[in-house]
């Protein structure tokens, strides 16, 4: 299980080192794509093919097919330098709006990649409804 918060720099060419603690959790070779809410998801390997196994059998609607096209496009494979740095494409770059300093957070089977401003803001604008979501999510 993934969890934590550490903050990492982003050199000029992409790189970023990704904490330990996390590495040995992703494995040697894990998968990188666009997440949601603006950030990146990191998956390990096994979990990536649990969530592509729930995608085959998914109906073949628009919603299925967009988001499908939306995760799976971005997706690349991704192993550790030796150093323990990724080294994320300009794409992914663009699409999280990473430049120099970022947060690498762990949620449960996957880590995200965040910029320091967009997980500034999720935090501060849902700060005063944590306590309601986990009401509604746990009440049960």
């Known amino acids: ?21 996390f590495r040995q959790g992703l494995g040697d070779n894990f998968i990188l794509t666009r997440g949601l809410d603006g950030c990146l998801f990191a998956y390990p390997s096994k979990t990536w093919n649990e969530i592509t196994k729930k995608y ?12 499908m096209r939306f995760l799976f496009s971005g997706a690349n494979e991704q192993s550790f330098d030796k150093n323990g740095r990724i080294n994320v494409s300009t794409l992914l770059l663009n699409y999280a709006h990473l430049s120099k300093d970022c ?7 996957r880590i995200e990649i965040w910029s320091v401003d967009s997980w500034n803001n999720f935090t501060l ?3 005063n409804a944590f306590s309601d979501m986990a009401d509604k999510l746990f009440s049960n």
Not at 2 to 16: A, L, N, P, S, T
Not at 56 to 67: I, M, Q, S, W
Not at 103 to 109: C, K, M
């Open 56 to 67: 085959e059998n998914l109906p073949n609607v628009k919603d299925a097919r967009n988001f």
């Open 103 to 109: 947060v690498i957070i762990g949620v449960g089977d």
């Open 1 to 21: 299980m993934f969890m934590g918060e550490y903050h990492q720099k982003i050199d000029e060419k992409g790189r970023i080192t990704i904490p330990a603690k």
């Open 125 to 127: 604008e849902n700060e």
